[in-house]
């Protein structure tokens, strides 16, 4: 993975490494093993640099109000709805930025790329596997449920 020397890397598996791209600390911040990296935020309107994953990353709306802003990835722009169960598919190396126009909540999901390479042996070809950069305009009703435990967990303490 080539850097470009304005983009800055993130890298979950750092402590409090999202700490210099968010205006909060994580209310949640959880590695699950060497591979899986589990955020909650809560933060107010922002906006982060351009910056680029080491690990792939999901990020999902926790809460059942709109929250829109636009991310830029992999060259384009998308103004995002980001509303309950809406994910973003960030893969590792994409160079990506985006803003939040009202306060939000948003789980972040960080596998290592090797993980998603070792699940898939024997399923598929794993030279062929693929992860597509995706805005945050669609759901998915499994992730959605995982970030829905982490929130209902925050909340409780």
Same mark, same amino acid.
């Given at each position: 993975?080539?850097? %470009? $020397? ?7 598996? @750092?402590? @409090?490494?999202?700490?210099?791209? /968010? ?14 990296? =589990?955020?909650?935020?809560? @933060? #107010? ?12 990353? +999901?990020? *999902?709306? /926790?809460?059942?109000?709109?929250? #829109?802003?636009? !991310?830029? =990835? &992999?060259?384009? /722009? *998308? ?17 990506? !930025? *985006? ?21 898939? =042996?024997?399923? /598929?070809?794993?030279?062929? +596997?693929?992860?597509?950069? @995706?805005?945050?305009?669609?759901? &998915? ?10 929130? %209902?967990? $925050? &909340?409780? %303490?």
């Amino acid at each position: 993975m080539e850097q %470009n $020397s304005l983009v800055k890397l993130l890298d979950f598996r @750092q402590h @409090q490494a999202s700490h210099d791209f /968010v205006p909060n600390p994580a209310v949640i911040s959880s590695n699950l093993g060497k591979t899986i990296h =589990l955020e909650l935020h809560r @933060q #107010p309107e922002f906006e982060t640099i351009e910056h680029q994953h080491i690990m792939h990353v +999901i990020a *999902c709306g /926790v809460t059942n109000t709109s929250a #829109p802003g636009e !991310r830029f =990835l &992999d060259g384009k /722009v *998308c103004a995002e709805r980001r509303e309950l169960g809406d994910i973003a598919i960030i893969p590792a190396g994409i160079a990506h !930025r *985006c803003n939040w126009k009202v306060a939000a909540e948003f789980g972040i999901l960080a596998v290592e790329p090797a993980l998603l390479q070792q699940v898939s =042996l024997g399923l /598929v070809d794993s030279d062929r +596997i693929e992860l597509i950069p @995706q805005f945050m305009n669609k759901q &998915d009703q499994l992730i959605q449920g995982i970030f829905t435990t982490l929130k %209902n967990e $925050s &909340d409780r %303490n």
